[in-house]
């Protein structure tokens, strides 16, 4: 009888702190032990010889069924869990959908249920627009339930305001919950809106100037302001500026809980991509691209330790989706080419790791190791599900994902799995690939053949460790 129910072979382990050649050993979807053991100890063995061993992904930032302007992406989890077991991710975290006088906690089962059809281990993020004595008990429940995290929004109409955002900090700070928050100051974004409307310019560009790094900078300082003010630890998403990294490097000098996110696409994409007039809308998110200069300010930040984090924000919408608002005349160009009216989002959730290998890794700016960080390793930490998830350790989950360093995939649609018509990475050449995904010691994608269609996801309760409120120091 075999003692194991798989084995991996001559593996390059990757954690954080170092790469050990070892053979890994899997029973019961726990990993049972790193050493060296016999392949017919196994039911089944995979040799991983001069490839290396990751833990799984874990996506803390996506959105799918997101309403945004009146759509509602067609994406369901299923697609959007192959997707991510394609790109190496074995756990994913999305958000409730929230609107003003619903309860907080409600909307969070409610998206909890619509995970269900997951094929890979899902957890669930809560939304505050405001704070009323009924959303600020349900972070109570939401706590005490296994849903730590949430959202606000500082623009849009799901926006909650400085007043709200002070109270529902203060309580955070109690029940050790995490804000997440999406900084772009409305009045700005708002104010620049009218501006090139009156003017007549709305075209792709302009969406750009509409949001610049001012804009982000500004809600930036506020709500750390707001966080250090409530002694709050934060979570800042999506961060494009290194006027806001400066906030954060100051405020993480005393180990203060401040944590940032940045995204792949803000890493290896930019504004020129705005100036195309037939597609350039495609690339509308929110905050916008930037330009080379903030790229290469990211990059420092993610060497410097500043970003912590990286999250895809994957907002899938076809082509249709995104133009739905949008009219052509009889020559097919846009009759009224209106940022305003195009929906927000862009797709990243099966290229988050093989941009990082290949634009970090490959291209000499960060080591393997801090990819497994910025992708696995700190996300469960900050998230509540280490060393559950983001470890290959005795006891974790046997989440692995195998990478092969030296693959060369030339990107389009035509080889992501999201079922979305344009890649805004068209053409890009990417070296190192995840080949092989493994979710709770079941091979889901082997060779690049999907396995997984039996395969069902789980709920991941968390529960985000006191030092996460205390510091910054993510090894304590």
């Not at 597609?279 to 790229?295: D, F, M, N, V």
């Not at 895809?312 to 846009?334: A, I, T």
């Amino acid at each position: 009888m075999e003692k194991y129910d798989l084995i991996i072979k001559n593996a390059n382990v990757v954690s954080p702190e170092n790469t050990i050649l070892c053979d890994i050993a899997v029973k019961d979807e726990k990993i049972a032990g790193l050493g060296s053991y016999d392949a017919k100890d196994a039911a089944k063995c995979i040799d991983a010889a001069g490839k290396y061993v990751m833990p799984g992904g874990v996506e803390a930032h996506m959105h799918c069924h997101c309403p945004f302007q009146g759509v509602t992406g067609k994406i369901d989890f299923d697609t959007q869990s192959v997707a991510a077991v394609y790109g190496g991710v074995t756990t994913y975290m999305d958000f409730s959908n929230m609107s003003r006088g619903q309860s907080p906690y409600q909307q969070v089962l409610e998206r909890a249920k619509e995970m269900e059809k997951s094929i890979i281990d899902y957890g669930v993020h809560g939304k505050f627009l405001d704070a009323t004595p009924e959303a600020v008990a349900d972070m109570e429940k939401l706590v005490e339930n296994g849903f730590p995290t949430f959202k606000i929004f500082m623009t849009y109409d799901v926006m909650c305001n400085d007043a709200d955002m002070d109270v529902l900090f203060k309580k955070a700070s109690e029940l050790h919950a995490m804000p997440m928050v999406h900084c772009e100051d409305n009045t700005i974004a708002t104010e620049n809106d009218k501006k090139f409307k009156e003017a007549g310019d709305t075209s792709w560009p302009r969406f750009a100037d509409s949001k610049p790094v001012e804009c982000e900078a500004e809600a930036f300082k506020r709500a750390v302001g707001c966080a250090t003010k409530n002694n709050s630890a934060l979570l800042v998403v999506h961060t494009t500026t290194d006027l806001a990294l400066s906030v954060a490097r100051e405020v993480q000098k005393d180990k203060f809980p401040l944590y940032v996110e940045t995204g792949p696409h803000y890493l290896t994409l930019t504004r020129k991509l705005y100036d195309d007039p037939q597609r350039g809308h495609l690339a509308i998110c929110s905050p916008p691209l930037r330009t080379e200069k903030e790229q290469a300010e990211l990059w420092a930040g993610i060497q410097d330790g500043t970003i912590r984090l990286i999250g895809s924000d994957d907002c899938s919408f076809y082509f249709s989706e995104k133009s739905m608002n949008l009219q052509k005349d009889e020559d097919g160009n846009w009759i009224e080419p209106n940022y305003m009216k195009v929906v927000n989002g862009l797709s990243g959730l099966e290229l988050r790791l093989p941009l990082m290998l290949s634009e970090g890794v490959n291209k000499g700016r960060i080591s393997i190791n801090k990819v497994c960080e910025l992708t696995s390793t700190n996300v469960a930490k900050i998230y509540g599900c280490y060393p559950q998830k983001g470890a290959i350790a005795v006891g974790s989950d046997a989440d692995l994902v195998i990478v092969d360093m030296d693959k060369k995939v030339t990107l389009n649609q035509d080889v992501l799995h999201n079922g979305m018509d344009y890649c805004l990475h068209e053409g890009m050449e990417v070296t190192g690939w995840p080949v092989t995904t493994i979710a709770r010691g079941t091979v889901l994608m082997e060779d690049r053949a999907f396995k997984g269609v039996d395969h069902k996801g789980k709920l991941i309760r968390r529960h985000i460790d006191a030092a996460r409120f205390e510091t910054c120091d993510l090894n304590k």
